[in-house]
């Protein structure tokens, strides 16, 4: 699995409680992102990250925040959790090479919000 | 808005069968990529075919695109039980993001 881990692998808190989620990659790869995933929905981008401290917004990402302070790890937060929030939370990462660009997934997190 | 939508929902063959799936999409592309997805599982990168290209193949797989028709199709061919997956279409349209579509559901009955 391109050495992608997520923690927690899974989650239950109360609404209006923050949360960080955490990937971590030990592929050096330069683009990590953070997914969602909802019955009906499929995947959605929530934030992503071309580089250490370099990050931008998805499709989804209010209530979403980020931080990449190092290379392998890339951190999801939700400031304050709602319900609305509770799915199934992929990492992914890409590397840098130009040629062949598939991104690598994590095993998910799921995350239920009370 | 989905970019990639997949066609049909869910699909259930016989072992031996072949599985088409089928993706459409609504701007220009750079490239086109199928993932799979077992039950509780990340996604797995499958094959990727880039707007020039018009089909690849990848062991039983086989990928299509049609970009006057904004359209591509996975086979898979001779199919196996353990094959019972997700599938989904994912787009390259600039940088390096991908839209996904939300997936076929396929049952591979032994």
């Known amino acids: 699995d391109a050495g992608i881990t997520q923690s927690p692998r899974h989650k239950v808190t109360e609404t209006g409680t923050p949360v960080t989620l955490r990937c971590h990659q030990t592929?050096?790869?330069?683009?990590m992102y953070w997914y969602r995933q909802d019955p009906g929905h499929g995947l959605r981008l929530i934030h992503y990250?071309?580089?250490?401290?370099?990050?931008d917004k998805g499709e989804v990402s209010d209530g979403y925040s980020v931080s990449r302070s190092k290379t392998e790890d890339f951190l999801l937060t939700l400031e304050s959790a709602t319900s609305s929030q509770t799915s199934v939370y992929f990492c992914?990462?890409?590397?840098?090479?130009?040629?062949?660009?598939?991104?690598?997934f994590g095993p998910g997190t799921r995350l239920t919000v009370l | 808005s989905q970019q990639g939508e997949e066609d049909p929902q869910a699909l259930s063959i016989q072992e031996g069968e072949n599985a088409t799936m089928n993706c459409s999409y609504k701007?220009?592309?750079?490239?086109l990529q199928w993932y799979r997805q077992n039950s509780g599982r990340g996604l797995v990168h499958l094959i990727l075919?880039?707007?020039?290209?018009r089909e690849k193949h990848s062991g039983r797989l086989r990928v299509t695109l049609d970009t006057s028709k904004k359209s591509s199709s996975l086979l898979i061919t001779a199919s196996r039980a353990a094959d019972t997956a997700s599938y989904f279409c994912?787009?390259?349209?600039?940088?390096?993001?991908?839209?996904f579509g939300e997936g076929t559901q396929l049952t591979v009955n032994p």
């Open positions: 992914a990462t890409r590397g840098d090479r130009s040629y062949y660009n598939e991104q690598f």
């Open positions: 592929e050096n790869h330069r683009y």
């Open positions: 990250s071309y580089g250490v401290k370099d990050t």
């Open positions: 701007t220009s592309i750079n490239n």
């Open positions: 075919i880039r707007s020039n290209e």
């Open positions: 994912a787009v390259e349209t600039s940088g390096s993001r991908l839209t």
